[in-house]
């Protein structure tokens, strides 16, 4: 091997973040593949009322999940087998692709924290416009349609209603629009705020695992640098 000393301890060190960063592209992907096939998500976000399909922007962000993964997986594999090889030319092409690969999840992260209300806002005005339908008194051709995107609502989540802002004759309807419950039974929630919770967690838990990701890319960075250092600063290597 041309390298020696510190530096080759460097390279092994760099093959085991390229491995590290390789098992966490397949845990992303298999996140992202859970969270597009998750039986609450998949129940809500299928739904269509009046020839319109539920909003879909938690879809978009985890297909892109899915892409940034399967990217993971090649790029930890081809600066695994750089590291090993002890190649510049392989080195460089990983070091370029982390690089890319750093900036798009900056972009993604910047995005995410602006847009981060977005998803449930989006699910709560879906939710509303059935509601109103499902109320009301007028006979409205679409009202059989509204109920049962209410009822799908509440059998997922487990809630009943908007929470506070429940109109009274709604609260006349409950026992036929929400599922019953014992009297010794906990109180219902609103399904205003199931639908915060039930996205805030998920959103987390994407943020916390591109956290994660982007702490192991910069150690690789800088790794890769050094370490092509000392690969052009070799004996041998001219």
Known sequence: MAVAGC??????????????FWLAGGVILGVALWLRHDTQTSSLLLLQFEGQQAPGTFYISVYILIAVGAVMMLVGFLGCYGAIQESQCLLGTFFFFLVILFACEVAAAIWGFMNRDTISKELINFYDAAYIKAVDISGSKNKDAAIKVLEAFHTTLNCCGKGKHDTALFTQLTSTLCQQKPLSAPKTEGCHKKLVMLFSEKLYLIGLAALVVAVIMIFEMIFTMVLCCGIRNSPGVY
Request: glycine share 0%.
């Open 7 to 20: 530096t080759k301890c460097i390279k092994y060190m760099l093959f085991f973040l390229n491995f590290i």
